[in-house]
């Protein structure tokens, strides 16, 4: 069981678009992960797939991802915190026109998000990508990025 709640909550985190881990390199508290290539995300949509998939018949319903998440959260405890959000957005999302999903439905759905964030189109989803990505979120939701929040130094004064 603690593995199938591992499993999930790396997956999650994995396939999410913020990262949770933070950058120990000094970058002003901002997220960072590593650069993933659409093959590792490929192989995280399956992992995760046969996470969810509890009777292991090829297909995972609704039903079977509202438990998976009801065990991760309760192995959180405190409702699973932002991963756990994260998870439940995802899976709203899955399954928000149809009441299951098969391997290739959900892999189409994961890798269409990979698609999307991989701004440059290389095959490789970076940290300045997901960087620039929630800049883009923030200022549609009228948030100002942390970065454009600090106001910038004063330039010099000219000597007259």
Request: no cysteine; aromatic share 4%; hydrophobic share 45%.
């Amino acid at each position: 069981m603690k593995k199938v709640i591992f499993a999930l909550a790396a997956a999650a985190a994995a396939t999410s678009m913020p990262a949770i881990a933070q950058d120990a390199g000094g970058n002003g508290g901002r997220f960072a992960q590593r650069d993933q290539t659409r093959a590792e995300a490929q192989q995280r949509a399956d992992t995760m797939f046969q996470m969810l998939d509890a009777n292991k018949d090829g297909t995972v319903t609704k039903a079977e991802a509202d438990a998976a998440l009801a065990q991760f959260q309760s192995a959180q405890g405190d409702a699973g915190g932002h991963g756990a959000g994260r998870m439940q957005r995802m899976l709203d999302q899955a399954f928000a026109t149809i009441p299951s999903l098969t391997l290739k439905q959900f892999e189409t759905q994961l890798l269409a998000r990979f698609d999307a964030m991989d701004l440059d189109h290389n095959g490789t989803v970076t940290a300045a990508e997901r960087q620039q990505l929630r800049a883009q979120r923030q200022a549609a939701r009228g948030q100002v990025p942390a970065a454009a929040a600090t106001p910038a130094p004063a330039a010099p004064a000219k000597p007259q």
